[in-house]
């Protein structure tokens, strides 16, 4: 274990890195210099115990993860990083004593963004996981300069702001260029015969370099330690100087440019594919320096790539850096002067794919074209990847068309990333039990008939120190408690002893003071922050994730609607003061996504002006959904909202957050919450809705959303005032979408065939709210039963049955 940090270590080492990183004494330091110098502080002790990591990983010639993920939604690591090195109270008594807040010192770092949601913020937390478990591994990405943009709301609607995170976060990052790698774009093939051996040369292509940044992960309660590491790219060439001397300053720069334009932004598209050509070269100038930078490394210790899928495994977190198969086919080819046959065998056995949604929209397909044009050998490959795969589908079902088309890897002039996953990988997985059979008997069928044992489930998970101990310092205390111990940090079961507490009335009391005060701490950081008084005796009642359709955010637009008109019917009814909390960044080019975000503010201006709503009901959108906002949100939060169109949602995590913090879920039977239910059973959450075979059912009878608008004269009235809109401003596009095909399929994820059973679900939700005994019960229930949802479980599971690695 660590060796110990006191308050007065830290004290010293911070100084020490105000003198020498930045010349400067105590009396000169502001908080910005405070946290870059408690970051450095903390790096150096990750720095260390890196080295003796990969010393150990080497010796004992371990099986290692590569994590690939165009994405690592990574929020905030100040905090983290000294709560798993053991050294949170060292360092919050070292920053009062030079006069500072620890608050105000972690306020300070911003966010590392970068990601866009679910499937990012899910890589952040399996780091923590692996290394907290002592797996070897590594995760690597983009260094983009700008993550997620800054939601800014102006009049209503979003305006997306640059997010530069690097000035600050870069405290974390060690650049690396003695570790760079060279990658190529373009150019041309020529083919030479060498000794009765064809080869291929590749010729006049671009070159972009590859700089590696790395970021330390810590585990928690081991001295195990990580890395995340972070391409970046720069051009080979500073300054063309012929150019330059003949006054053509500009275009000497430009393919400076060219070069660094590659990571310059994350892609803000979430479950849509764009198709542009930067964002095929961020993911081929990502798998390529990737894939060199393990061989390299690989190499280095044994000399020879025949064995490089014993011991390595590359897990693809979706299909977004794909081309790592073709690349390591190359390397294995072209460099290694391996066989077709022997470079498969290696290429197969090393690489494994998990998928995250069966949106079509979101499933990407490359035109051809431009893959023969930017990487004319990778194409050469995939394309003979693709008819041996096409072999070998043809003998298995006969020559039947439809399947052979169906599962075709490159076909009419597209290449399907899905599918060259299946055909090259030793495993699939999906994300929860019900998307996972979602796969096996609808979108990957036939694959899944051909080879049955390659696809796997591995539901999500969440890391619960982060999500649960840290954010809820309040519950932590309680749970360690109530349990005898802090050993649920490492055993998240141990959570189960809480059960044996839901109808101990003290233990319900306490819970819900705890609920209590974080829901006054977060209503004073949203008034410091956004202005707002929210109303602390109001049900809070939260949708935070991404703005899509299938997400449904605007079913909870609808009921809202319905219960203002009917409290303006009656304005002296009985009414449970109720808070509805929303957050969610829409695609910056999606125009229906911006629009429901324009109709939930202008609602919340309706209703928070009318004096009939006055401390009965509340309506608040929250300015830019991020990780550091989830934290404060989540321990507050008292619903959960998780209602999605059965069979869209893939898995969810943000369930898991609340259900932790005690939340209650309102929910459809949709990705994760079907686990959910599993454990919990009907009485301790509010399910609703059509199941996933029913949706798919209804809709291959033909789906009309117009019966139930004719029928419902509730919902009639609520349709009709979205049409009118508030405050003058109309949503006249959302009206139509939702009854009529003018911009498509009508009603496309089943709106209005849920909401008569979403309005009695939030119904029966509310009766319960007025029973704090049966609703504290339940909390209690959630807490305890959530411990499947910890990361760690579904890290011990990719370990065990995809990865074939040991761990703690
Ligand atoms: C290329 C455009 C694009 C970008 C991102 C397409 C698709 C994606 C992701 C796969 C979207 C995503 O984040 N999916 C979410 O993944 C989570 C982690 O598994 C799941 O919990 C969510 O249900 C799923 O929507």
Redesign the pocket.
Known sequence: MHQVYTKNDMKEAIRGKLRLNYGITETDINEEYMFKACALVLRDMMAFHGAETREKVQRNHERQVHYLSLEFLMGRSLMKNAYNLGVLDALNGAIEEMGFQPADIFEMEPDAGLG????GR?AACYLDSMTTLDIPATGYSLCYELGIFKQRIVDGQQVELPDDWKTMGDAWLIPKPEEREEVHFGGHLREVWNNGHLHVVHEDYSTVIAIPCDMQIAGYGTDHVNTLRLWDAKSPRTLDMALFSSGQYVRATEEQTMAQTITKILYP?????EGKSLRLKQQYFFVSATVQSMVRKHLEVYGTLKNFHEKNIIQIN?T?PTLVIPELMRILMDDAGYSWDISWEITKNAVAYTN??VLAE?L?RWPQVLIQRLLPRIWQIIDEISKRYQRKVEAFYHHNDAITEKMAVVWGGEVRMANLCIAGGSAVNG?SGLHTEILRNDVFREACQMTPAKFKNVT?GIDHRRWLAQSNVGLDALIRELTGSNQYLLNPNELLKLDAYANDTAVQERLAKIKRDNKDAFAHYVKRTHGIMLNTDGIFDVQVKRLHEYKRQLLNVMQIIASYQQLRDNPNMDFVPHVYLFGAKAAPGYKVAKDIIRLINSLAKQINDDPVCKDRLQVVFLENYCVSLAEKLMPASEVSQQISTAGK?????GNMKFMMNGALTVGTLD?ANVEMHDVLGDENMFLFGLHADEVAEVKRNGYDPNLFYQRDPVLHRVLDQIRDGFGGMRYDELYEHLLHTRYGTADEYMLLADFAAYCDAERRMVEVYQNPAKWNSISLHNIARSGIFAADRSVAEYADNIWHVTHK
Not at 116 to 119: D, E, I, K, V, W
Not at 269 to 273: A, G, M, R, S, T
């Open positions: 866009n949601g679910g499937l899910l598209n979430d479950e849509h594919i979706d977004h995250h949604t979101a990407e994300v999500n949602e893939a898995s969810g995590t990705g």
